[in-house]
């Protein structure tokens, strides 16, 4: 397939041998800022509540109570479409509250993205690590998400022609923003029903927790990833089974993932390719049949092999940093009213060694078995793989 107009075609300095094309349009530095509209009910006709009390309390994980009233008295609040900048504001029942969080610099991220495999229901990306899929946190813009929309998606004119074709592909997914490789993306509402119920049926076999030969038949995708883990593995396979779900952590508002006797099944399979005795690590190779957040850096942990540089996991499976929240008042807080970063890890932190290697699936629409392969980081190469690469560059 040729690459479009705009396109970067495979060629030297662009994308390695495998892909068909790269993307992508540079970050602007200040995104946009985002919007968070609420209406106001009000639970007791007795009770006045102003607009600091409205935001300090349903909003905490957001900003301390002075930081919300900075961003009252800096007219980032409208109620009923006009700016309110005194915070004591009495609300009305059913009034409309916007707040408008300020334009900011989001953290470096890359933004080129390969094409690894491309038809008319579908796209498989190479994301580089350091990329995040959708919004989240601090990346509201820098994200696969934001590339997908603002790339030209020049449809076939059959497949145009479709009424379920999307305006741009859509993750069907997720990979973690320090996690590189494989991405799988649809293009029509059909393949992402389709797509997302594969990934769906995993977790559930995951929970019914069946290891059986004819169990890898009975799956329509199957994702394949490549590690590189502290310590050497005893065994040459490992399947681990561990629950995985939400325990408190400070700085993450909605709970970090982590392994849980209490949280959802999750099955990985683990197999070594290499101990390398003198470094203390082992490169293997992961196959995940449930896909949870976090599951591999997870499951690697729990079996006492952490993710060779891994910020946040340790052994057990667990946070290797939990620092009690403070007690104190709150005052510290960012330029907009916002915390300021947490000084300890958090999941989106890279550093560590993880890529979606290869998946297996029935394509969405025809049924025929499709494997796509995103090209391994030298680190993650065994050392036959990092001589067939010299070899095939001195060509």
């Not at 049926?201 to 995951?206: K, T």
């Not at 996991?313 to 939990?322: D, M, T």
């Amino acid at each position: 397939m040729a690459a479009a107009e705009g396109e970067t075609p495979v060629d030297d300095g662009a994308p390695p041998p495998g892909a068909l094309y790269s993307f992508g349009t540079p970050w602007p530095e200040l995104n946009q800022g985002l919007s968070y509209s609420d209406t106001f009910r009000c639970a007791d006709a007795d009770a006045a509540t102003t607009l600091t009390e409205f935001y300090s309390t349903n909003y905490k994980s957001s900003a301390p109570l002075p930081g919300w009233i900075k961003r009252i008295r800096n007219g980032q609040i409208t109620v009923d479409g006009e700016v309110v900048t005194d915070p004591d504001t009495t609300l009305r029942d059913g009034s409309k509250l916007v707040y408008h969080r300020l334009p900011w610099q989001e953290p470096f991220a890359p933004y080129l993205l390969e094409v690894l495999y491309e038809d008319d229901d579908m796209v498989a990306l190479n994301k580089p690590s350091g990329l995040q899929v959708l919004p989240k946190g601090l990346f509201q813009q820098r994200t696969v998400l934001a590339q997908l929309q603002m790339k030209d998606w020049k449809m076939t004119s059959c497949c145009s022609k479709r009424k379920h074709v999307q305006s741009h592909p859509v993750p069907v997914h997720r990979l973690g923003r320090g996690t590189s490789g494989l991405l799988l993306c649809a293009k029509t509402k059909v393949a992402k029903v389709r797509l997302a119920s594969y990934f769906a049926e995993g977790a559930i076999n995951a929970g019914n927790k069946r290891d059986k030969p004819e169990f890898k038949e009975e799956r329509k995708i199957s994702k394949f990833y490549r590690a590189l883990v502290t310590g050497i593995l005893d065994n040459d396979e490992v399947v681990v089974t561990q629950p995985i779900g939400l325990v408190h952590y400070p700085g993450v508002a909605e709970g970090l993932y982590a392994a849980c006797s209490s949280g959802k099944p999750a099955m990985s399979k683990v197999c070594v390719l290499e101990r390398l005795s003198l470094q203390n690590h082992t490169l293997v190779q992961v196959e995940i049949h449930s896909g949870r957040p976090h599951q591999i850096r997870i499951h690697l942990a729990y079996i006492g092999h952490p993710l060779v540089d891994d910020p946040l996991y340790g052994i057990g499976g667990y946070p290797k940093f939990v620092e009690p929240e403070s007690t104190g008042p709150d005052s510290s807080f960012a330029y907009d009213g916002g915390y300021e970063r947490p000084l300890q890890p958090v999941p989106g932190d890279c550093g560590y060694h993880l890529h979606a290697h290869w998946l297996v699936l029935c394509h969405p629409t025809t049924n025929k078995m499709v494997k796509v392969t995103a090209p391994l980081p030298q680190i993650l190469q065994t050392q036959e793989e990092c001589r067939a690469t010299f070899e095939r560059v001195s060509d």
